[in-house]
């Protein structure tokens, strides 16, 4: 909040020349992160959480994980006291958990723009955009693969958003660059045209390395080494299984101090059991030697634990979103993470849907909710998912973004001040009378009530008037408008130049590679 | 569950005919009301809870609450020991919180088809459909005035709906029938096209004791007097008034031992302050004084408590739902009823879109999510609302009463039985398998997962070939197929004729009324 009432200060000290300038200019405000002042819901038992935690002792004990193709990672763990056969890792009692207590409760991911750094962990909550759809819907046309143009358009549509913390990762493909050289252009738009935080690369452990490289042109590299300012996604290919590229990514960003969340893609029935506390054991034994794992590679890396899963509609095969057992793992797992004491990643903005629609509405809704009462800290696929993820959809990224605002103002709490209690207005008013007129309204009015910025509150006949427009096309205006808008935030010429000549320098040196 | 098992068995009992005749026919299943297994979330300190509760005693005692033109009423609340001048009541501290404790904590709605019969109370939730709409939309056409043909088909749609608990009442206002012969019908419509619980006329006294009487032909009267077959609607005129219409109407149903929800509607900054803490203290004296009121009549009448809040849009005054500050509303009133002792009533499929879209789908989920966490046991509206609850809309009839599936699948909570913790599925299939072919999956996977009826769920190709169709165009081909398969529950022919007998001579001896 100081933060806050410092930057409005620093706006209102130049002269009638710049306010009259402000006023004209269009406003690009960024909450900061949420810091609930609402309890979390949990929805297991300390009897159901304790099986739980016994039961994933035993997974990694008498099962164990995999680790494929990493040598070094099998060192580390004989080194760590587990007992190493093949690529099977067992892992006695106690230990994952005890290598996991020097991983930090909280971080803060520091943003070029040091009043949008981010504090994961604790009671907070980060906000991301989606993160690795192929294919793009909206702006203009339909679905098809998406684009670098499309990439830095949604960064550009980060950067407006108010209620989103963070710029994100792959929020959509660019599949007209090369496989080889994509990261460099993302990572370059995250850098230019964004100031808020935003993630590495780690389709190869090389590509996180030059993501480590760039933040040190942008950053300082000894900053770089004393502060967290990138965290990636490393995903466990379960069940039980860490995959050698995923894992050497984590090594580079572990070893450099850097942020990465730890987290299995899970299809209900597929890729772990069919019933919730089956998939929370597993998770949870996932998540152990996943956390464990960084701390082994550098004791005290800041890791996020995560828990991306999704119901199967055993019909047809396909993921299911804003499921009641999806619900069931967000919030469990939230309190077996917390008893981890390492940050949460949970939730975001999933439906199975094709189009913005009501099914996309309801299912996004019910996730996001989960996400928010279940005590997720880092919230990737906050906004824009469409279609199980094959999509980023730009009228969807603006309806969640700005569905995003319903978490932050619920996260308030309730105020019990005497402003909160109201005797005074419900004296003032009395028994048949109104309270639009009275002063506590006044007062109170602007502050009152969230109001969204893309829904439709307008009367019937004026609604009818203007096209009879659903919110898909109400998003896709404001899509327009906010593109129009867009303000690219400031940065120092020189970091600007040194960071578009490595990048220049770089796509050269290398090859094309398509695949 | 032992009636659902007793069901299935008689339906298995008769010959080889009778079998093959059921695999033709519709099935049409009606899941029981919801039983939580899972915890209530609770916003509100237990100091933040006493505080509100010690102001909404201010507010009775010291500002009261008026009965309009209700000398009876009057009369009551004097020979309680309240404070009578003129038509405002003030109620001493404490007395209207020790009439309220003779109000049934639980109490049993009978239906005619006994297997439906509904508790209303303790940790159960039971749901029903919107209601008061005057236009409705979809089916044949956009947006037009609601007729009696529209009601019958909503009752039809909630006959068929497998998660609707409840037919509800005025579903949408027949305006092509007199306002004074409206209830007949509807009230027909609800005992001869549906088998479940319904709801009562309110919009007149004597329309009350026509519900209590049509009752009556329906269950015997002697049946009528002795159990709760109508659960009513009885709106607080808020700012803290009861008027006579209303308060007339709840006393012919409390006298005869029927139900009444007494519910304030506000819009937030209107009817009641813009702070949440502000509106909990209003409506709780409200509800407690309504409550109250009804023992008054009877001890011992059953009575639920209600909480119908909106946010408003103070840029249009428009009505908003599925906002953060609604749900803080419902979840406060939630522990606030509980501590008062009687069922509530809060929450719905609410949204001011003018369609069924991603605005609709997102506030509604919004709201039913609030719902079953803040522990409504009665959720009127619980499909089919839309623009504010001006229209009733088929095609969001249909959404919502699936959607409502995942409230009843996330409140069976978590099973942790050896079958729920999977061990023997992780230990069969290891690291790097899956769990699509192994036998824990192949005895769970029918009851694993919530599945919608109405989403798409299809490959991205089958989808497109098939018309490329958002929710809005599925879930009207679902609704044409509900009423094509649409099965009239059975009824006894002598009780059907004499209902039929009741609502023709009673319409005919009353002039036509249209307003």
Same mark, same amino acid.
């Given at each position: 909040?100081?933060?806050?009432?410092?930057?409005?200060?620093? $706006?209102?000290?130049?002269? =009638? *020349?710049?306010?009259?300038? &402000? !006023?004209?200019?269009?406003?690009?405000?960024? %909450? +900061?992160?949420?810091?609930?002042?609402?309890?979390?819901?949990?929805?297991?038992?300390?009897?159901?959480?304790?099986?739980?935690?016994?039961?994933?002792?035993?997974?990694?004990?008498?099962?164990?994980?995999?680790?494929?193709?990493?040598?070094?990672?099998?060192? $580390?763990?004989?080194?760590? =006291? *587990?007992?190493?056969?093949? &690529? !099977?890792?067992?892992?006695?009692?106690?230990? %994952? +958990?005890?290598?996991?207590?020097?991983?930090?409760?909280?971080?803060?991911?520091?943003?070029?723009?040091?009043?949008?750094?981010?504090?994961?962990?604790?009671?907070?909550?980060?906000?991301?955009?989606?993160?690795?759809?192929?294919?793009?819907?909206?702006?203009?046309?339909?679905?098809?693969?998406?684009?670098?143009?499309?990439?830095?358009?949604?960064?550009?549509?980060?950067?407006?958003?108010?209620?989103?913390?963070?710029?994100?990762?792959?929020?959509?493909?660019?599949?007209?660059?090369?496989?080889?050289?994509?990261?460099?252009?993302?990572?370059?738009?995250?850098?230019?045209?964004?100031?808020?935080?935003?993630?590495?690369?780690?389709?190869?452990?090389?590509?996180?390395?030059?993501?480590?490289?760039?933040?040190?042109?942008?950053?300082?590299?000894?900053?770089?080494?004393?502060?967290?300012?990138?965290?990636?996604?490393?995903?466990?290919?379960?069940?039980?299984?860490?995959?050698?590229?995923?894992?050497?990514?984590?090594?580079?960003?572990?070893?450099?101090?850097?942020?990465?969340?730890?987290?299995?893609?899970?299809?209900?029935?597929?890729?772990?059991?069919?019933?919730?506390?089956?998939?929370?054991?597993?998770?949870?034994?996932?998540?152990?030697?996943?956390?464990?794992?960084?701390?082994?590679?550098?004791?005290?890396?800041?890791?996020?634990?995560?828990?991306?899963?999704?119901?199967?509609?055993?019909?047809?095969?396909?993921?299911?979103?804003?499921?009641?057992?999806?619900?069931?793992?967000?919030?469990?797992?939230?309190?077996?993470?917390?008893?981890?004491?390492?940050?949460?990643?949970?939730?975001?903005?999933?439906?199975?849907?094709?189009?913005?629609?009501?099914?996309?509405?309801?299912?996004?809704?019910?996730?996001?909710?989960?996400?928010?009462?279940?005590?997720?800290?880092?919230?990737?696929?906050?906004?824009?998912?469409?279609?199980?993820?094959?999509?980023?959809?730009?009228?969807?990224?603006?309806?969640?973004?700005?569905?995003?605002?319903?978490?932050?103002?619920?996260?308030?709490?309730?105020?019990?001040?005497?402003?909160?209690?109201?005797?005074?207005?419900?004296?003032?008013?009395?028994?048949?009378?109104?309270?639009?007129?009275?002063?506590?309204?006044?007062?109170?009015?602007?502050?009152?009530?969230?109001?969204?910025?893309?829904?439709?509150?307008?009367?019937?006949?004026?609604?009818?008037?203007?096209?009879?427009?659903?919110?898909?096309?109400?998003?896709?205006?404001?899509?327009?408008?906010?593109?129009?808008?867009?303000?690219?935030?400031?940065?120092?010429?020189?970091?600007?130049?040194?960071?578009?000549?490595?990048?220049?320098?770089?796509?050269?040196?290398?090859?094309?590679?398509?695949?």
């Amino acid at each position: 909040m100081a933060e806050a009432q410092a930057r409005r200060r620093s $706006r209102g000290a130049g002269g =009638g *020349a710049a306010r009259r300038a &402000e !006023r004209t200019a269009v406003q690009v405000e960024t %909450a +900061r992160f949420i810091e609930r002042n609402v309890p979390n819901y949990e929805v297991l038992t300390e009897e159901a959480l304790e099986t739980i935690e016994a039961n994933a002792e035993t997974v990694l004990a008498e099962i164990g994980v995999n680790f494929v193709e990493n040598p070094g990672a099998l060192q $580390r763990w004989r080194d760590a =006291g *587990a007992d190493v056969e093949g &690529e !099977r890792v067992r892992i006695p009692r106690g230990l %994952a +958990r005890e290598l996991c207590a020097t991983a930090p409760a909280q971080f803060t991911q520091v943003a070029r723009n040091r009043e949008k750094s981010v504090e994961i962990g604790g009671r907070n909550l980060v906000l991301a955009p989606v993160y690795g759809p192929p294919f793009v819907r909206g702006l203009s046309g339909g679905r098809r693969y998406a684009t670098i143009e499309d990439f830095r358009n949604f960064v550009k549509l980060g950067q407006m958003s108010k209620w989103l913390h963070h710029s994100g990762g792959t929020i959509c493909e660019p599949t007209d660059v090369p496989v080889n050289k994509r990261h460099f252009d993302m990572l370059h738009a995250h850098m230019i045209l964004s100031d808020k935080p935003f993630m590495g690369a780690v389709t190869e452990p090389s590509r996180a390395q030059d993501a480590v490289d760039m933040c040190g042109l942008l950053f300082g590299n000894e900053f770089v080494q004393e502060n967290t300012v990138l965290t990636s996604l490393i995903n466990i290919n379960s069940p039980l299984t860490f995959d050698a590229t995923m894992m050497g990514a984590l090594e580079v960003y572990a070893a450099n101090n850097q942020a990465c969340i730890v987290s299995p893609f899970i299809v209900g029935g597929a890729m772990a059991p069919t019933t919730v506390a089956g998939t929370l054991t597993q998770v949870l034994a996932e998540l152990m030697a996943g956390v464990a794992y960084a701390q082994l590679v550098r004791k005290g890396a800041p890791v996020i634990a995560g828990a991306f899963v999704t119901s199967i509609d055993m019909n047809s095969g396909a993921p299911t979103f804003g499921t009641p057992e999806a619900a069931h793992v967000t919030y469990g797992m939230g309190q077996l993470v917390r008893r981890l004491g390492v940050p949460y990643r949970s939730a975001g903005s999933f439906c199975g849907s094709k189009l913005p629609d009501a099914q996309a509405g309801m299912e996004t809704a019910n996730s996001l909710q989960t996400g928010l009462l279940a005590g997720v800290n880092f919230m990737l696929h906050s906004c824009g998912w469409l279609e199980g993820g094959l999509v980023a959809s730009y009228e969807k990224f603006v309806l969640d973004s700005d569905q995003l605002g319903v978490l932050h103002h619920f996260a308030r709490g309730v105020d019990m001040g005497d402003n909160g209690q109201a005797m005074d207005a419900i004296r003032e008013v009395g028994p048949g009378g109104h309270y639009l007129g009275c002063a506590h309204t006044h007062a109170n009015f602007k502050e009152a009530f969230w109001r969204s910025n893309v829904f439709d509150y307008k009367p019937f006949e004026t609604w009818e008037e203007e096209g009879a427009r659903d919110s898909q096309a109400l998003a896709a205006a404001r899509v327009d408008k906010l593109l129009a808008d867009y303000q690219q935030p400031q940065i120092d010429p020189a970091t600007a130049e040194a960071l578009a000549a490595y990048v220049a320098e770089r796509k050269a040196a290398l090859p094309d590679a398509f695949s």
